[in-house]
RNA sequence: GUGGGAGUAGCUCAACUUGGUAGAGCAUCGGACUGUGGCUCCGACGGUUGCGGGUUCGAUUCCCGUCUCCCACCCCA
């Protein structure tokens, strides 16, 4: 049997409500905060993301899915394209084409899916969801501003208050400038060099590889170690500091309540001062359901004009899932106003008169088949969660006037056509 | 990419310590009940036991490979 391909999946009914209604949540709350869609293509050119993402990262180098389009001539070489692993690169992207400041356009939200080969897991999928926002634009429209960090922080965090993710926890950080980082790296190696030999394999690995990715060890006995080491919070140069401290400043005003996370780093090159994560329980070992940071320099590596900018991605998938703790899919789905039972030779084209009329007041209309019998029809409005059964029969159409039956209640009443729409609206 | 666990009906799961004709509940469809549902009862449908190979008289069961999912690693949203 053919199968959808490995790390790929159907969302079905009804769980495809509850995916509608966190994107519906997210587009209302992007309204409040003046954020507009954007739609960029789902596969861009490889060097977007090898220079957007940056060359040396994992995803770049071993989780795209990446191949060589068919030049037009023989002597036109393909161009290397790329499904997108994540969003912002592509924004910035149009952002630059367009010329999209000159528009006064700086807050951009974007929904869809992204693609990464890696093993598939629960809540990582190799085509999954994100919502993506982002503020971007020149320094003298106020991108660069503390200002800009915490209102994303904000948005999240309304967000995730909507959709009902309750006990979510925001982890902050200030990953510094470039420099910053490099005096830290160097600082950070120097700290693991005496004291590597007695920390576990994996920990020597990372010493070499990653020197950041230490401070994710989750040994015990590594870490009365780990807390002797220096973290980037010492390194900061004076304007990341006021940045950070601002940042706080204003959430502490708005009461988003954050923890600092000083060993909170960021895989993507681009990120520079803000990194945060939002996380919440039980998602094994894949806790983060949104990341982001700042990345002032980004448009500058893609060519285009000094645009800081600052944004986020949410894992659908994720929020999703952890959303389904909670609430289940039935709850936000909308069951039929009204089921109508044409009853007998003829009565499709009555029911579908008084599906129409009804339909055209906003119900939500379902029917039967006239081969049905009248108990297959009750049995069908009651396992889709219909409120009322209408009766489509010779008697009613000859009278002009339908049984309308309540099933929750079994209250039957006899309903002139004209009264109908009313009738099942008011209750 | 690495390590471990698991794949049996649409769904949730059975089928004794290497082996003997693959079962239940729910769901679906039909009937009891020709214009009044949720309950009950009866019946039917439903499977190349993920796929391929091997061992065996005989494999859902044992072995190998492979695919997919799950858990963790790497990494990351």
């Given at each position: 049997?053919?199968?959808?391909?490995?790390?790929?999946?159907?969302?079905?009914?009804?769980?495809?409500?509850?995916?509608?209604?966190?994107?519906?949540?997210?587009?209302?709350?992007?309204?409040?905060?003046?954020?507009?869609?954007?739609?960029?293509?789902?596969?861009?050119?490889?060097?977007?993301?090898?220079?957007?993402?940056?060359?040396?990262?994992?995803?770049?180098?071993?989780?795209?899915?990446?191949?060589?389009?068919?030049?037009?001539?023989?002597?036109?070489?393909?161009?290397?394209?790329?499904?997108?692993?994540?969003?912002?690169?592509?924004?910035?992207?149009a952002y630059i084409e367009h010329k999209l400041w000159e528009r006064g356009l700086n807050k951009f939200f974007s929904i869809g899916p992204m693609f990464r080969r890696e093993r598939?897991?629960?809540?990582?999928?190799?085509?999954?969801?994100?919502?993506?926002?982002?503020?971007?634009?020149?320094?003298?429209?106020?991108?660069?501003?503390?200002?800009?960090?915490?209102?994303?922080?904000?948005?999240?965090?309304?967000?995730?208050?909507?959709?009902?993710?309750?006990?979510?926890?925001?982890?902050?950080?200030?990953?510094?400038?470039?420099?910053?980082?490099?005096?830290?790296?160097?600082?950070?190696?120097?700290?693991l060099a005496p004291v590597v030999e007695k920390m576990c394999a994996d920990c020597q690995r990372r010493a070499v590889t990653n020197p950041l990715r230490v401070f994710d060890c989750?040994?015990?006995?590594?870490?009365?170690?780990?807390?002797?080491?220096?973290?980037?919070?010492?390194?900061?140069?004076?304007?990341?500091?006021?940045?950070?401290?601002?940042?706080?400043?204003?959430?502490?005003?708005?009461?988003?309540?954050?923890?600092?996370?000083?060993?909170?780093?960021?895989?993507?090159?681009?990120?520079?001062?803000?990194?945060?994560?939002?996380?919440?329980?039980?998602?094994?070992?894949?806790?983060?359901?949104?990341?982001?940071?700042?990345?002032?320099?980004?448009?500058?590596?893609?060519?285009?004009?000094?645009?800081?900018?600052?944004?986020?991605?949410?894992?659908?998938?994720?929020?999703?899932?952890?959303?389904?703790?909670?609430?289940?899919?039935?709850?936000?789905?909308?069951?039929?106003?009204?089921?109508?039972?044409?009853?007998?030779?003829?009565?499709?084209?009555?029911?579908?008169?008084?599906?129409?009329?009804?339909?055209?007041?906003?119900?939500?209309?379902?029917l039967g088949d006239e081969s049905f019998r009248l108990k297959k029809s009750f049995e069908a409005a009651d396992k889709m969660g219909a409120r009322y059964i209408l009766i489509v029969?010779?008697?009613?159409?000859?009278?002009?006037?339908?049984?309308?039956?309540?099933?929750?209640?079994?209250?039957?009443?006899?309903?002139?056509?004209?009264?109908?729409?009313?009738?099942?609206?008011?209750?």
């Amino acid at each position: 049997m053919l199968k959808s391909p490995r790390g790929t999946r159907d969302l079905l009914p009804p769980d495809t409500a509850l995916w509608n209604f966190v994107e519906a949540a997210a587009r209302d709350i992007f309204r409040a905060y003046n954020f507009h869609e954007i739609r960029t293509p789902i596969f861009e050119s490889t060097e977007l993301f090898a220079r957007g993402v940056g060359e040396e990262t994992d995803i770049v180098k071993k989780e795209m899915f990446t191949w060589e389009d068919r030049g037009r001539a023989e002597s036109d070489k393909g161009q290397s394209l790329t499904l997108r692993p994540e969003n912002t690169a592509g924004i910035v992207r149009a952002y630059i084409e367009h010329k999209l400041w000159e528009r006064g356009l700086n807050k951009f939200f974007s929904i869809g899916p992204m693609f990464r080969r890696e093993r598939p897991q629960k809540g990582r999928y190799r085509q999954f969801y994100q919502i993506d926002a982002e503020i971007i634009g020149p320094a003298a429209a106020g991108s660069q501003s503390p200002a800009r960090d915490a209102e994303i922080l904000e948005l999240v965090a309304a967000l995730l208050d909507r959709v009902g993710i309750a006990n979510w926890t925001l982890e902050l950080n200030s990953v510094g400038c470039p420099a910053d980082r490099t005096k830290f790296n160097e600082a950070l190696r120097q700290a693991l060099a005496p004291v590597v030999e007695k920390m576990c394999a994996d920990c020597q690995r990372r010493a070499v590889t990653n020197p950041l990715r230490v401070f994710d060890c989750k040994v015990p006995e590594d870490q009365p170690i780990i807390k002797t080491l220096p973290t980037i919070s010492q390194f900061l140069d004076e304007d990341c500091r006021t940045h950070f401290e601002e940042v706080k400043n204003i959430l502490n005003a708005v009461h988003i309540p954050y923890v600092e996370n000083p060993r909170l780093v960021r895989g993507l090159d681009y990120y520079q001062k803000t990194a945060f994560e939002f996380t919440h329980g039980s998602l094994g070992a894949q806790n983060a359901i949104l990341g982001g940071g700042r990345y002032d320099g980004l448009s500058e590596a893609l060519g285009g004009p000094p645009a800081p900018g600052i944004g986020f991605a949410i894992g659908e998938d994720r929020l999703v899932l952890s959303l389904m703790e909670t609430a289940t899919a039935e709850s936000v789905i909308r069951k039929p106003d009204v089921y109508i039972a044409p009853l007998g030779g003829g009565m499709n084209r009555e029911a579908a008169r008084v599906a129409s009329e009804l339909r055209r007041h906003d119900l939500v209309v379902d029917l039967g088949d006239e081969s049905f019998r009248l108990k297959k029809s009750f049995e069908a409005a009651d396992k889709m969660g219909a409120r009322y059964i209408l009766i489509v029969g010779e008697n009613e159409v000859a009278a002009d006037a339908f049984a309308l039956k309540h099933l929750a209640s079994g209250e039957q009443v006899t309903v002139p056509r004209a009264d109908l729409a009313q009738r099942i609206l008011r209750k």
